[in-house]
């Protein structure tokens, strides 16, 4: 059974940072591209940013250009996402996600993460 | 970026009844998915390759569509089906979702 397990989130001041980890199971990570998705409270979904099976290729939505951070480590079937300079608009649930063998779409949800940025 | 309308915003529908939601491109996808999402749970993957059901979604399901103009149809409302639906495309990157259509239950 695919298992993906978020930890990290909580509350973060506007302008700090923090690392958020995805722990992956029942399948085989290093087979799959991975992302996270966002949805602010009582919104919608937005993309954040996808990891090629390998790490080799990063992409990111404009937003969070040059202060996110999507890595993954294959050993420990893990992903992560940096968040730097946070902002109020960052705050949401934060679901890490296993793309589609076709890496077009979304196969697999964690059960998310919570991120509050306020001071 | 790829712009997803989703039509209706919301709609309540009786059991029984066939459903219809719309989602349409601001340009040509090759593919659409959808997602279901209930109050306080993770969005699950639904439709994908446009038609193509999820494992354990219900065959009163379907999707089709192609271009600009892509749908998702219940054929026959169940109590279980009241949620909010999400079509996604990824055609171009950024990939998009739609905002979303809440279906509840009449």
């Known amino acids: 059974e695919v298992q993906l397990v978020e930890s990290g989130g909580g509350l973060v001041q506007p302008g700090r940072s923090m690392k958020l980890s995805c722990a992956a199971s029942?399948?085989?990570?290093?087979?799959?591209?991975m992302a996270w998705v966002c949805q602010a409270p009582k919104k919608g979904l937005e993309w954040v940013a996808t990891?090629?099976?390998?790490?080799?290729?990063?992409y990111y939505r404009d937003s969070v250009k040059g202060r996110f951070t999507i890595s993954r480590d294959n050993a420990k079937s893990t992903l992560y996402l940096q968040m730097d300079s946070l902002r109020s608009e960052d705050t949401a649930t934060y679901y890490c996600?296993?793309?589609?063998?076709?890496?077009?779409?979304?196969?697999?949800w964690g059960q998310g993460t919570l991120v509050t940025v306020s001071s | 970026e790829i712009v997803l309308t989703q039509s209706p915003t919301t709609i309540a529908a009786s059991p029984g009844e066939k459903v219809t939601i719309t989602c349409r491109a601001s340009s040509s996808v090759s593919y659409m998915y959808w997602y279901q999402q209930k109050p306080g749970a993770s969005p699950k993957p639904w439709i994908y390759?446009?038609?193509k059901l999820a494992s354990g979604v219900p065959n009163r399901f379907s999707g089709s569509g192609s271009g600009t103009s892509y749908s998702l149809t219940i054929n026959t409302m169940e109590t279980e089906d009241a949620a909010t639906y999400y079509c996604?495309?990824?055609?171009?990157?950024?990939?998009?979702f739609g905002a979303g259509t809440k279906l509840e239950l009449k």
């Open positions: 029942g399948f085989t990570f290093n087979n799959y591209d």
């Open positions: 996600a296993r793309q589609g063998y076709s890496g077009d779409w979304f196969a697999y």
């Open positions: 990891i090629s099976y390998d790490g080799s290729s990063t």
């Open positions: 996604q495309q990824w055609s171009s990157t950024p990939p998009t």
């Open positions: 390759d446009t038609s």
